[in-house]
Protein backbone atom coordinates (compact mmCIF):
# COMPACT_ATOMS: atom_id res chain seq x y z
CA UNK A 1 0.00 0.00 0.00
CA UNK A 2 1.52 3.15 -0.57
CA UNK A 3 2.25 5.03 2.46
CA UNK A 4 1.95 8.39 -0.31
CA UNK A 5 -1.36 7.45 -1.27
CA UNK A 6 -2.52 7.41 2.26
CA UNK A 7 -1.19 10.55 3.55
CA UNK A 8 -2.87 12.03 0.35
CA UNK A 9 -6.68 10.83 1.36
CA UNK A 10 -7.62 13.87 3.74
CA UNK A 11 -5.88 16.45 0.93
CA UNK A 12 -8.23 14.76 -1.84
CA UNK A 13 -10.89 14.97 0.59
CA UNK A 14 -10.37 18.82 1.32
CA UNK A 15 -10.16 19.29 -2.51
CA UNK A 16 -12.90 17.80 -3.48
CA UNK A 17 -15.79 18.76 -0.77
CA UNK A 18 -14.07 22.23 -0.40
CA UNK A 19 -17.09 24.28 -1.53
CA UNK A 20 -19.47 22.01 0.23
CA UNK A 21 -17.54 22.59 3.51
CA UNK A 22 -16.74 26.31 2.67
CA UNK A 23 -20.40 26.40 2.46
CA UNK A 24 -21.07 24.57 5.73
CA UNK A 25 -18.51 26.81 7.84
CA UNK A 26 -20.48 29.72 6.15
CA UNK A 27 -23.71 29.13 6.69
CA UNK A 28 -22.51 28.29 10.61
CA UNK A 29 -20.61 31.59 11.07
CA UNK A 30 -23.53 33.20 9.23
CA UNK A 31 -26.14 32.13 12.16
CA UNK A 32 -23.72 32.51 14.91
CA UNK A 33 -23.05 36.10 13.51
CA UNK A 34 -26.59 36.46 13.75
CA UNK A 35 -27.31 35.19 17.12
CA UNK A 36 -25.00 37.29 18.68
CA UNK A 37 -26.51 40.22 17.14
CA UNK A 38 -29.87 39.43 18.19
CA UNK A 39 -28.21 38.89 21.91
CA UNK A 40 -26.38 42.14 21.86
CA UNK A 41 -27.93 44.52 19.58
CA UNK A 42 -31.39 43.45 19.40
CA UNK A 43 -32.39 42.21 22.36
CA UNK A 44 -30.86 44.99 24.36
CA UNK A 45 -32.90 47.69 22.08
CA UNK A 46 -36.41 45.57 22.94
CA UNK A 47 -35.92 46.01 26.58
CA UNK A 48 -34.93 49.95 26.28
CA UNK A 49 -37.97 50.19 24.15
CA UNK A 50 -40.16 48.64 26.43
CA UNK A 51 -39.33 50.32 29.57
CA UNK A 52 -39.62 53.96 27.29
CA UNK A 53 -43.01 52.27 26.65
CA UNK A 54 -44.14 51.81 30.46
CA UNK A 55 -46.19 54.64 30.94
CA UNK A 56 -47.56 54.49 27.73
CA UNK A 57 -51.03 53.13 27.00
CA UNK A 58 -50.11 51.96 23.44
CA UNK A 59 -46.37 52.15 22.06
CA UNK A 60 -45.08 50.05 19.07
CA UNK A 61 -41.75 49.42 20.91
CA UNK A 62 -44.06 47.07 22.81
CA UNK A 63 -44.66 45.06 19.91
CA UNK A 64 -40.88 44.63 19.03
CA UNK A 65 -40.65 41.80 21.39
CA UNK A 66 -43.04 39.30 19.29
CA UNK A 67 -39.95 40.09 16.47
CA UNK A 68 -37.57 39.24 18.08
CA UNK A 69 -39.11 35.93 19.31
CA UNK A 70 -39.52 35.36 15.52
CA UNK A 71 -36.23 35.94 14.31
CA UNK A 72 -35.23 33.67 16.84
CA UNK A 73 -37.45 30.75 15.90
CA UNK A 74 -36.39 30.85 12.64
CA UNK A 75 -32.85 30.31 13.74
CA UNK A 76 -34.03 27.28 16.21
CA UNK A 77 -35.52 25.78 13.15
CA UNK A 78 -32.29 26.09 10.55
CA UNK A 79 -30.05 25.15 13.16
CA UNK A 80 -32.59 21.87 14.15
CA UNK A 81 -33.11 21.19 10.64
CA UNK A 82 -29.11 21.39 9.87
CA UNK A 83 -28.66 17.67 9.60
CA UNK A 84 -31.09 17.46 6.44
CA UNK A 85 -28.43 19.30 4.42
CA UNK A 86 -25.51 17.14 5.79
CA UNK A 87 -27.92 13.59 4.80
CA UNK A 88 -28.36 14.63 1.32
CA UNK A 89 -24.63 15.86 1.35
CA UNK A 90 -23.53 12.91 2.79
CA UNK A 91 -25.63 10.42 0.14
CA UNK A 92 -25.09 12.59 -3.05
CA UNK A 93 -22.14 14.26 -3.04
CA UNK A 94 -19.56 12.65 -1.05
CA UNK A 95 -20.13 8.81 -1.43
CA UNK A 96 -23.01 8.77 -4.15
CA UNK A 97 -21.41 10.55 -6.95
CA UNK A 98 -18.31 9.13 -5.80
CA UNK A 99 -19.35 5.62 -6.29
CA UNK A 100 -21.40 6.68 -9.59
CA UNK A 101 -18.41 8.10 -11.44
CA UNK A 102 -15.95 5.65 -10.60
CA UNK A 103 -14.04 7.86 -8.59
CA UNK A 104 -13.62 5.51 -5.82
CA UNK A 105 -12.52 2.59 -7.86
CA UNK A 106 -9.95 4.36 -8.93
CA UNK A 107 -8.57 5.48 -5.53
CA UNK A 108 -9.22 1.36 -4.50
CA UNK A 109 -6.65 0.54 -7.83
CA UNK A 110 -4.06 3.04 -6.46
CA UNK A 111 -2.95 1.61 -3.36
CA UNK A 112 -5.81 2.45 -1.24
CA UNK A 113 -8.09 -0.12 0.60
CA UNK A 114 -11.76 0.79 0.23
CA UNK A 115 -11.74 0.93 4.29
CA UNK A 116 -9.21 3.52 4.11
CA UNK A 117 -11.04 5.54 1.77
CA UNK A 118 -14.43 5.63 3.81
CA UNK A 119 -12.28 5.84 6.78
CA UNK A 120 -10.81 9.52 5.22
CA UNK A 121 -14.07 10.77 3.43
CA UNK A 122 -15.81 10.60 6.67
CA UNK A 123 -13.24 11.83 9.15
CA UNK A 124 -13.00 15.93 8.05
CA UNK A 125 -16.75 16.33 7.54
CA UNK A 126 -17.37 14.17 11.35
CA UNK A 127 -15.40 16.77 12.59
CA UNK A 128 -16.84 19.39 10.30
CA UNK A 129 -20.72 18.70 11.37
CA UNK A 130 -19.41 18.37 14.96
CA UNK A 131 -17.76 21.82 15.63
CA UNK A 132 -20.58 23.67 13.87
CA UNK A 133 -23.01 21.68 15.24
CA UNK A 134 -21.54 22.84 18.91
CA UNK A 135 -20.45 26.07 18.20
CA UNK A 136 -24.24 27.10 17.39
CA UNK A 137 -25.82 25.15 20.09
CA UNK A 138 -23.76 27.03 22.84
CA UNK A 139 -24.22 30.40 21.09
CA UNK A 140 -28.14 29.88 20.71
CA UNK A 141 -27.86 28.47 24.60
CA UNK A 142 -26.13 31.85 25.56
CA UNK A 143 -28.77 34.01 23.90
CA UNK A 144 -32.01 31.33 25.44
CA UNK A 145 -30.37 31.87 29.07
CA UNK A 146 -30.07 35.80 28.65
CA UNK A 147 -32.94 37.04 26.89
CA UNK A 148 -35.16 33.97 27.20
CA UNK A 149 -37.76 36.35 29.01
CA UNK A 150 -38.34 37.86 25.40
CA UNK A 151 -39.45 34.97 24.05
CA UNK A 152 -43.07 34.63 25.50
CA UNK A 153 -44.31 31.69 23.02
CA UNK A 154 -41.64 29.79 22.98
CA UNK A 155 -41.32 26.76 25.23
CA UNK A 156 -38.26 24.38 26.30
CA UNK A 157 -40.03 21.25 24.98
CA UNK A 158 -40.98 22.69 21.19
CA UNK A 159 -39.03 20.68 18.89
CA UNK A 160 -36.77 23.18 16.88
CA UNK A 161 -36.13 24.82 20.41
CA UNK A 162 -35.53 21.42 22.48
CA UNK A 163 -33.18 20.18 19.34
CA UNK A 164 -30.98 23.47 18.97
CA UNK A 165 -30.71 24.29 23.00
CA UNK A 166 -28.75 20.68 23.13
CA UNK A 167 -26.09 17.58 22.02
CA UNK A 168 -29.26 16.26 20.08
CA UNK A 169 -28.05 18.82 17.29
CA UNK A 170 -24.40 17.36 16.88
CA UNK A 171 -26.18 13.86 17.33
CA UNK A 172 -28.85 14.34 14.17
CA UNK A 173 -25.62 15.90 12.13
CA UNK A 174 -23.35 12.75 12.67
CA UNK A 175 -26.28 10.40 11.94
CA UNK A 176 -27.15 12.02 8.96
CA UNK A 177 -23.80 11.67 7.53
CA UNK A 178 -23.62 8.26 8.65
CA UNK A 179 -27.20 7.54 6.82
CA UNK A 180 -26.08 9.06 4.05
CA UNK A 181 -23.05 7.25 3.66
CA UNK A 182 -24.96 3.82 3.55
CA UNK A 183 -27.49 5.47 1.14
CA UNK A 184 -24.99 6.12 -1.14
CA UNK A 185 -23.25 2.90 -0.75
CA UNK A 186 -26.32 0.84 -1.18
CA UNK A 187 -27.70 2.72 -4.09
CA UNK A 188 -24.46 3.63 -5.65
CA UNK A 189 -25.91 6.60 -7.18
CA UNK A 190 -26.58 10.66 -6.47
CA UNK A 191 -29.93 11.73 -6.70
CA UNK A 192 -31.36 8.06 -5.43
CA UNK A 193 -28.94 7.99 -2.78
CA UNK A 194 -29.80 11.77 -1.49
CA UNK A 195 -33.09 11.65 -2.00
CA UNK A 196 -32.44 8.29 0.24
CA UNK A 197 -30.68 10.07 2.96
CA UNK A 198 -32.75 13.10 3.35
CA UNK A 199 -35.89 10.78 3.87
CA UNK A 200 -34.59 8.17 6.09
CA UNK A 201 -32.75 10.90 8.61
CA UNK A 202 -36.59 12.89 8.16
CA UNK A 203 -38.64 10.08 8.98
CA UNK A 204 -36.23 9.23 12.34
CA UNK A 205 -36.68 12.76 13.82
CA UNK A 206 -40.17 12.60 12.80
CA UNK A 207 -40.68 9.30 14.97
CA UNK A 208 -38.40 10.73 17.84
CA UNK A 209 -39.91 14.11 18.20
CA UNK A 210 -43.18 12.10 18.24
CA UNK A 211 -42.49 9.82 21.01
CA UNK A 212 -39.79 12.42 22.96
CA UNK A 213 -42.57 12.72 25.59
CA UNK A 214 -42.46 8.61 26.30
CA UNK A 215 -38.84 8.62 26.56
CA UNK A 216 -38.51 9.76 29.84
CA UNK A 217 -41.35 8.73 33.01
CA UNK A 218 -43.45 11.85 33.31
CA UNK A 219 -44.72 12.81 35.95
CA UNK A 220 -48.78 12.83 36.95
CA UNK A 221 -50.63 14.41 39.59
CA UNK A 222 -53.83 14.17 40.17
CA UNK A 223 -57.06 15.92 42.56
CA UNK A 224 -60.40 16.21 43.74
CA UNK A 225 -59.96 20.02 42.51
CA UNK A 226 -59.34 21.31 39.45
CA UNK A 227 -55.51 22.62 39.09
CA UNK A 228 -52.73 24.01 37.08
CA UNK A 229 -49.36 22.69 36.58
CA UNK A 230 -46.46 24.81 36.39
CA UNK A 231 -46.21 27.00 34.26
CA UNK A 232 -43.13 25.58 32.80
CA UNK A 233 -44.19 22.23 32.17
CA UNK A 234 -44.87 20.12 29.33
CA UNK A 235 -48.73 18.61 29.48
CA UNK A 236 -48.42 15.45 27.70
CA UNK A 237 -52.19 14.61 29.28
CA UNK A 238 -54.33 16.24 31.78
CA UNK A 239 -57.99 16.47 32.19
CA UNK A 240 -60.85 14.40 34.14
CA UNK A 241 -61.80 10.93 35.39
CA UNK A 242 -63.64 9.00 37.86
CA UNK A 243 -60.81 9.54 40.45
CA UNK A 244 -60.88 13.80 39.30
CA UNK A 245 -58.79 15.64 37.74
CA UNK A 246 -55.20 14.55 36.60
CA UNK A 247 -52.07 15.79 34.73
CA UNK A 248 -49.25 14.45 33.19
CA UNK A 249 -46.24 16.34 32.58
CA UNK A 250 -42.82 16.79 32.18
CA UNK A 251 -41.42 19.55 34.53
CA UNK A 252 -38.63 21.95 32.54
CA UNK A 253 -36.29 19.77 34.90
CA UNK A 254 -36.99 17.16 32.32
CA UNK A 255 -35.67 18.85 29.52
CA UNK A 256 -31.67 16.88 29.58
CA UNK A 257 -32.70 13.48 30.69
CA UNK A 258 -35.08 13.58 27.82
CA UNK A 259 -32.13 15.46 26.15
CA UNK A 260 -29.53 12.71 27.01
CA UNK A 261 -31.72 9.82 26.37
CA UNK A 262 -32.68 10.53 22.97
CA UNK A 263 -29.12 11.64 22.19
CA UNK A 264 -28.35 8.01 22.92
CA UNK A 265 -30.65 6.85 20.69
CA UNK A 266 -29.91 8.96 17.56
CA UNK A 267 -25.88 8.45 18.05
CA UNK A 268 -26.80 4.23 18.69
CA UNK A 269 -28.33 4.68 15.52
CA UNK A 270 -25.07 6.24 13.98
CA UNK A 271 -23.24 4.15 15.48
CA UNK A 272 -25.05 0.76 13.77
CA UNK A 273 -25.35 2.90 10.57
CA UNK A 274 -21.62 3.42 10.47
CA UNK A 275 -20.80 -0.28 10.99
CA UNK A 276 -23.61 -1.18 8.23
CA UNK A 277 -22.02 0.75 5.38
CA UNK A 278 -18.44 -0.83 6.23
CA UNK A 279 -19.79 -4.18 6.44
CA UNK A 280 -21.38 -3.10 2.79
CA UNK A 281 -18.12 -1.67 1.44
CA UNK A 282 -16.52 -5.05 2.09
CA UNK A 283 -19.06 -6.64 0.71
CA UNK A 284 -19.00 -5.14 -2.75
CA UNK A 285 -15.19 -4.18 -2.94
CA UNK A 286 -14.97 -8.26 -2.27
Known amino acids: MSSAALQGLPRTVLRLHRTALLVWA ?3 AGLTGWLVYLNEVTAPAVR ?3 RACAHVEVCAASF ?3 DYAGTVGWIATLVSCSFLA ?3 FAGGALIGRELESGTAHLAWTQGVTPVRWLTAKLALPALAVAAGGLTLVLVFRRGWSADG ?6 QWYQSDVFVARGPLTVAYGLCALAVGTLAGLLLRRTLPALGAAFAA ?4 DFLLTRYRADLWPALTRTSDRRFEPPAEAWRVNWGRNADGYFAVYHPASHFWPLQWVETGIVL ?3 ALTTAAAYAVLRRRAA
Open 26 to 28: AAV
Open 48 to 50: SGE
Open 64 to 66: DRY
Open 86 to 88: VAA
Open 149 to 154: DLLPLA
Open 201 to 204: TWLL
Open 268 to 270: AVA
